[in-house]
């Protein structure tokens, strides 16, 4: 894990805060804050720390895209929601994009059942997210068997990506916070 300086941090909690509520409010993110974080996220990066955090930048920017771009051929994501994921990726490098990643997950998923009960479209939204899980360990892509099963056409409960994203962040900041202070 990176500790990021105070300006990284600073422009990671202002695209993010921004990014989600600009996906709740409008239902997509513009691309002026996309490439506005990833030119901060560069830039900052460049420099802080010269060209090792030009790599860095790069590095994490690529692997969001990529991660994106294979979700997105296994229909699980539109390419839409890479708007939040790939500045990110470029403010924080890979491997602390991948912890955000992961803690998004995580923290996600009681977000998510949460909401799904508030709703009461729980069982609608566990059965085809079951059914898309079976069929990605089984190492077939979710719409193989019937095309409902895509994340993208079915009539269950769709979170806001970039809030879940937000969360994400902000535990990573808690957590680099505490990790700087031992």
């Known amino acids: 894990m990176i500790h990021l300086p105070l300006m ?10 921004l ?4 996906d709740i409010r409008r239902v997509e993110v513009p691309d002026w804050l996309s490439i506005a974080g990833m030119m901060f996220g560069v830039g900052l990066n460049l420099f802080f720390f010269g ?11 690529s692997l969001a895209v990529c991660t994106y771009f294979a979700l997105h051929l296994l229909r699980m994501v539109n390419l839409g929601r890479l708007k939040v994921m790939a500045p990110v990726g470029a403010i924080v490098g890979p491997w602390n994009w991948l912890l955000i990643c992961a803690l998004s997950v995580v923290l996600g998923l009681p977000i998510a059942i949460v909401v799904a009960l508030s709703t009461a479209r729980l069982h ?3 059965a085809t997210k079951g059914m898309v899980v079976r069929e990605f360990f ?14 993208r056409r079915h009539n269950g409960l769709i979170m806001r990506h970039g809030s879940v994203i937000a969360v994400g962040v902000r535990f990573f900041l808690a957590i680099t916070a505490v990790w700087v202070r031992r």
């Open 138 to 151: 089984q190492f077939l892509p979710p719409f193989h068997k019937a095309d409902k099963l895509s994340l």
């Open 19 to 22: 990014g989600a509520w600009l």
């Open 8 to 17: 990284a941090s600073a422009t990671l909690i202002v695209v993010t805060v």
């Open 124 to 126: 609608q939204t566990g």
């Open 51 to 61: 060209i090792r955090g030009l790599i860095v930048a790069a590095a994490g920017l």
